[in-house]
């Protein structure tokens, strides 16, 4: 198949991976299947927990609306 006419793929990644970094630019939007994904901050030196994406969520869309 021609990538320019791949719109799905499927990654995996293993528990603890960081998949995006804040202020990296970015491509792509990920829908979770299965599992789920935390979303954090780094507030003066300490880690904050922002949400949590379930299976069946997506995250990284904004990207591809306001780049």
């Excluded at 994406?53 to 609306?65: D, N, R, W």
Aim: hydrophobic share 40%; proline share 4%; aromatic share 8%.
């Amino acid at each position: 198949m021609d990538d320019r006419l791949k719109i799905l793929s499927r990654e995996f990644f293993p528990t603890g991976a960081v998949i995006i970094r804040q202020g990296e630019p970015g491509t792509r939007a990920f829908i979770i299947e299965p599992g789920e994904i935390e979303i954090w901050t780094t507030v003066n030196g300490r880690r904050r927990q922002l949400g949590v994406v379930a299976s069946g969520g997506i995250f990284g869309e904004m990207v591809l609306i306001d780049n």
